[in-house]
């Protein structure tokens, strides 16, 4: 090999190593900062220092690339020495090309990266993450605690909290499947996986919701309200029941449900049995009082206040339903039948 060779082989070397150098400081600037605003939580910016730093690599190998052409132009491969160069620089451009294509698709995909991180979905699908693994572990240690009920409460917060991220999620997913076709069009390899993401978030949706329902009905089977107690109570008196329309009415006006949530429900259907039998028995007095105000002339008005006055009076002195017809029928008959029509005879307190 010739002295000039040799010294523009050396120049050459020189160069590419700069070139070397450049190339590896840009990297390792970029990926630095990148990860210290992940380690942050700054995950956007991070995307965005990714993206441009994938950039300045890009054109750092290009730049490469381009010195190692015109190194390989310059080189008299008529000689051996100087063919032999040529064929290591074209190993050079060959592998720096290789890199650069690397290069080009990390770009490509940091650019999908940081639109995902614009459109707020990474940081939902972070925040679903963590509701799922809090929630979990919460429902976990309440079971071991032996505290089922509030196990089944915390899984339905859980549920509810997956369904409000995962409806925010698939708002997002579906804007970002537009933007795609836009960008990338409907044929796409883009555009496919982002409708994949679409049906994904749907599905996790829709299973999120049936968990929850499945859930609530177990929760109401396992612990009944009062209303759903006293409806399985009187489900147990049904036929007596019938013959009384104003029968539930006439149980909380009575205070037993007041009377059942304090006491407990051991003893609600025999109370149902007696409020149905006086009820009844009520009833009865007072179509045969209706049919007597009828025949004697009164008006629908007139038989409504002796109605509440039956009412009262049965109320306030345990007198049975056919006692107070006696009663009523005697007041009416010594007052000629008028009495005041403006309020009952017997005025409530």
């Given amino acids: 090999m010739s002295t ?35 380690s942050t939580g700054e995950y956007l910016k991070a995307a965005e220092v990714r993206y441009k730093g994938l950039g300045d690599s890009i054109k750092a190998q290009e730049s490469k690339i381009d010195s190692l052409r015109d190194k390989q132009k310059g080189l008299d491969v008529t000689t051996k020495d100087g063919a032999a160069s040529y064929l290591k620089y074209q190993k050079d451009i060959d592998a720096a090309t290789t890199q650069l294509k690397s290069l080009e698709s990390q770009q490509t995909r940091a650019k999908t990266s940081l639109e995902y991180q614009k459109s707020g979905l990474a940081s939902l699908q972070t925040e679903y993450k963590q509701i799922t693994t809090i929630s979990s572990s919460y429902v976990e240690r309440l079971k071991a605690e032996g505290k089922q009920q509030e196990a089944n409460k915390a899984q339905m917060t859980g549920y509810k909290d997956s369904i409000s991220n995962l409806n925010k999620q698939l708002s997002a997913q579906e804007k970002e499947l537009e933007r795609v076709a836009t960008a990338s069009g409907k044929d796409s390899s883009a555009y496919k996986t982002q ?22 009905s177990a929760m109401k089977k396992a612990n009944p309200s009062v209303f759903t107690r006293i409806k399985t109570a009187i489900s147990g008196t049904n036929k007596e029941a019938e013959k009384t329309p104003s029968l539930f009415k006439k149980i909380v006006a009575g205070g037993l449900v007041t009377n059942a949530i304090s006491n407990g429900f051991s003893t609600l259907t025999s109370s149902l049995k007696s409020t149905i039998t006086s009820g009844l028995e009520l ?14 002339g009164k008006n629908a008005n007139d038989i409504q206040i002796l109605g509440d006055q039956m009412g009262y009076l049965r109320a306030q002195t345990g007198a049975s339903g056919t006692e107070i017809n006696t009663m009523q029928k005697s007041v009416d008959s010594f007052t000629h039948g008028v009495t005041e029509k403006k309020r009952p005879l017997f005025p409530q307190a």
């Fill in 4 to 38: 000039q060779v040799a010294l523009d082989t050396l120049k050459a070397e020189t160069s590419l190593k700069s070139l070397n150098a450049v190339i590896s400081s840009t990297k390792n600037a970029w990926k630095s900062q990148e990860v210290a605003l992940k």
């Fill in 195 to 216: 409708v994949t993401r679409v049906n994904e978030t749907a599905t996790a949706l829709a299973k999120t919701k049936t968990s929850m329902t499945e859930l609530d």
């Fill in 283 to 296: 009833d009865e007095a007072g179509e045969k009082i209706n049919d007597t105000c009828k025949n004697m």
